[in-house]
């Protein structure tokens, strides 16, 4: 039984094993679950993971408690590492987080009032200077605790005061001297404590200190004796006896002297609950969540940004660390300080804070990572700012609008002279992060595996995308990275100059090496065929979760790549001419394919040829055998011939009589084409009849000596190219009289340049701007010739009136880019 057992667990074992970010079992691939998902690189500060396994982009909110995520944040202070939510006078600092800062009223924390009230206070350090606008401090609900007497409120900004370095400078936040018994909920609104711009509000804090002034502490409240009798004993609090007088005076005296008064003096005796005073939260209340001390975190944590000091104390969310500004630079375009945030986020403000001797001028600029035709980011550029009066908090407002990038840069219109110091750069909006980008790990399939299809589960809102790409290899390319012990990197040899005692870690990492593939195009539909070269004993996949309006999202749960044996064990091909290629033309194409086939291996008899563009593709001939019989025009002519071809939505396909088995022919297809991209991928893939779903897609190698490209890519002269070229309309006047001749209208119009699935707004207007009919449409792939056609009815089915109608057409573009949009006449005549 027991060997029996043992077996049982072996082959478990040996059937699903669990890496980091992904679980290999002996037919798929497998990620699921928070553990799983938390192993895909991602930006600092863009997604959230649920519990259920749920990957989300972050919500960025307004009007935030800061306090709750306090311990998020690490930061230096006078040379240890803080972790935010740590500070009282004997109380852990685990044990304080857990309980005054925690979103939780049920527990709460009870000063030690043996120690003496002046030990009796708390201090919360919220791990970055946030702008905040209110602080709340609630005590134990009645039954639970007492609220304190007598206390006062502290905040800090994290400067300290001037010539004392190591006590920070502290300003009363609020106060309460009189008597309080029953108030259980303070609000203590923050004024600022400096001129500020009209407009802006908020007042700088890192630190919210809270001490308790006074307490009744033994007298609390008085009870009976039979309540009293019933209290516990650390509840028991003092009991107070008086002599009568005969006037009616009553003086209080000690036990024993009471005990010893003759009956008619004893007066009343009065007993007391003890007090507990119990803080239950603290919350600050903050404009919101501050994007940059968020994202940029991680990257301080690493000890990264060494060289860019600038960026480093800009971003570390501290108020006390400081720097000037150079004053920028515009014929060299440097001195300016860019962030990059990781993802685009609904933004709405750009604060800049300064301790002293803020900048006089300063304009900043935003982008949302959007690519001019050259390359470069696109920004919109702020008015240029004057501040006269130095205010040490400034801040660019503008709508809700999605951002990636921001840049600050410090002019000098005022010829002021001043340092221009700032503290940190904020950046404040509202919604789920429009774009975010998160890389699998290397996936490691054991041996080469043909993957076959790709599964996943989420969730797609209207105005939200999920995409998936994925890539493949059987390389890895190690890179040593060598860190002294304080955390910085340096080279090898100056690493190995280094004593023992200096050095750091060697952190190995990994990088796809030279035969992987590119990411592939988008996969549009959960289990459609697998994308990237295969067989492969390496796989990466990307997800990607976009949505286009700030209270909506995608999200992905599940995912799943399936495996079947490959069907050769190589497949190899490479195009000519793969360079130099005229756009939007026909030209004619050679592409030599050789399967490098096992005895094991089942073959195919199936293969099909496609490209990354919407255009045809006109099959000229298929031929087969060895370079010798290609080179002398000897080889056995496939088609025409015995090869079934059929061609349909730009694919051609064509089938083989019998299984293609044969170990040392090379294929060679013969096609025409247009090309509509900079780089236009063209697919192979080869399965089986019998198989549905098992495609093997060929990588680019060298597949004959006949040419020498090694590719499959082709790279276009596009020049000067519009993303729209010159359309048409066939025939120009047609009757829809339904008579077979003329009877619609087909808008004919090329698209270059646009990579994967897009929009194609087309929709026709009559001249007074009314819209009739809705022609738009999202093709696999929108760079092609695309033919639309009009039958000349309007959306509720109905024949037009002759006329003179408009075809009006439309391009989503990324970086919205001019020369989209088109208007062709139409005339309806019957």
Not at 186 to 193: A, G, M, S
Not at 228 to 254: C, K, M, S
Not at 451 to 462: K, M
Request: contains cysteine.
């Amino acid at each position: 039984m027991r060997a029996l057992l043992l077996f049982l667990a072996l082959t478990i074992e040996l059937q699903a094993q669990e890496y980091p970010g992904y679980r290999l079992e002996p037919a798929q691939v497998v990620v699921e679950g928070a553990k799983m998902w938390r192993a895909w690189e991602a930006p600092e500060g863009v997604r959230i993971i649920e519990a259920d396994g749920n990957m989300r982009p972050f919500f960025l909110r307004r009007d935030v408690n800061a306090c709750l995520n306090a311990a998020d944040f690490i930061s230096m202070a006078d040379g240890d590492t803080v972790i935010g939510g740590i500070g009282a006078r004997g109380v852990p600092a685990d044990t304080l987080s857990s309980l005054i800062i925690d979103g939780d009223p049920n527990t709460s924390w009870e000063p030690d009032l043996g120690a003496g009230l002046n030990k009796a206070w708390v201090e919360i350090n919220l791990g970055r200077v946030v702008v905040a606008r209110r602080i709340v401090l609630r005590f134990a609900a009645t039954g639970q605790g007492d609220p304190f007497l007598k206390f006062r409120v502290l905040a800090s900004d994290g400067s300290y005061q001037f010539g004392q370095q190591g006590r920070r400078e502290f300003v009363r936040a609020g106060q309460v001297v009189r008597p309080n018994k029953d108030q259980r909920e303070f609000v203590f609104e923050l004024e600022p404590q400096r001129p500020m711009p009209e407009g802006v509000v908020g007042e700088m804090v890192q630190f919210v200190r809270v001490e308790l002034l006074d307490s009744d502490t033994t007298r609390a409240e008085e009870v009976s004796l039979d309540q009293y009798q019933h209290l516990a004993a650390a509840d028991q609090g003092a009991i107070d006896y008086f002599r009568a007088t005969a006037t009616g005076r009553q003086i209080p005296v000690i036990q024993e002297s009471y005990q010893q008064l003759p009956p008619q003096e004893r007066g009343p005796v009065r007993r007391f609950r003890r007090e507990h005073p119990r803080l239950a939260e603290v919350e600050v209340y903050a404009l919101g969540d501050e994007v940059v001390a968020m994202t940029q975190k991680a990257h301080l944590e690493e000890g990264n940004f060494i060289d860019d000091l600038a960026r480093r104390l800009l971003t570390d969310g501290l108020h006390s660390t400081v720097f000037g500004l150079r004053i920028y630079d515009p014929f060299r375009n440097q001195d300016q300080v860019s962030l990059d945030l990781g993802a685009r986020f609904w933004l709405e403000r750009v604060r800049l804070l300064s301790p002293h001797s803020p900048p006089t001028s300063y304009q900043i600029r935003i982008s949302d990572g959007s690519l001019d035709a050259g390359g470069q980011l696109l920004w919109e550029s702020f008015d240029e700012r004057l501040n006269r009066e130095s205010f040490l908090q400034l801040e660019e407002r503008f709508p809700p609008r999605e951002v990636r990038y921001i840049e600050v840069r410090r002019l000098d219109l005022l010829q002021s002279g001043t340092n221009g110091n700032l503290s940190e750069i904020q950046a404040y909006g509202e919604g789920y992060v429009s774009d975010l980008t998160a890389n699998s790990p290397l996936m490691r399939l054991g041996q080469r595996r043909m993957v076959t299809r790709l599964h996943w589960e989420g969730e797609v809102p209207p105005d939200a995308r999920l995409e998936l790409r994925t890539r493949s290899g059987d390389e890895l390319i190690q890179i040593s990275h060598y860190f002294n012990r304080y955390g910085g990197e340096t080279s090898e040899a100056l690493y190995e100059r280094l004593s023992e005692s200096q050095r750091g870690p060697i952190q190995i990492e990994e990088q796809p090496g030279p035969d992987w593939s590119t990411w592939s195009e988008l996969y549009q539909t959960s289990g459609e065929g697998f994308r990237s070269p295969s067989p492969r004993r390496l796989v990466q996949v990307q997800v990607r979760l976009r949505s286009g309006e700030p209270l909506r999202f995608a999200s992905i749960r599940k995912l799943r790549l399936e495996f079947a044996p490959p069907l050769v064990d190589q497949l190899l091909g490479e195009i000519w001419p793969a360079t130099g290629v005229a756009a939007g033309e026909d030209q004619e194409f050679r592409l030599l394919l050789r399967p490098v086939i096992l005895p094991s291996d089942p073959g195919f008899d199936l293969l099909r040829l496609s490209s990354s563009s919407s255009a045809p593709i006109e099959l000229l001939g298929l031929r087969a055998g060895t370079d010798s019989q290609l080179r002398v025009d000897q080889a056995q002519l496939l088609w025409p011939g015995p090869v079934h071809a059929t061609s349909e939505n730009g694919e051609v396909e064509l089938l083989f009589p019998e299984t293609w088995k044969a170990p040392d022919q090379i294929l060679e297809l013969s096609f025409r084409t247009r090309l509509f991209l900079p780089s236009t991928i063209v697919r192979v893939q080869v399965g089986a009849q019998g198989t549905a779903g098992v495609a093997q897609e060929a990588a680019p190698g060298e597949a004959s000596s006949l040419v020498d490209s090694r590719s499959l890519v082709v790279v276009g002269e596009l020049g000067r190219q519009s993303l729209v070229g010159k359309g048409r309309v066939a025939p120009a006047i047609f009757t829809p009289n339904g008579d077979g001749i003329n009877d619609q209208a087909v808008l004919q119009v090329p698209i270059f340049q646009v990579e994967g699935q897009r929009r194609l707004r087309v929709e026709v207007f009559d001249l007074a701007g009314r819209r009739l009919r809705d022609l738009s449409t999202a093709p696999g792939q929108l760079s092609g010739e695309h033919h639309l056609p009009w039958d000349g009815k309007d959306e509720q089915g109905r024949l037009l009136p002759p006329g003179i109608y408009l075809f009006h057409l439309e391009l989503d573009t990324d970086a919205k880019a001019s020369g989209t949009r088109f208007t062709w006449p139409v005339h309806l005549v019957y």
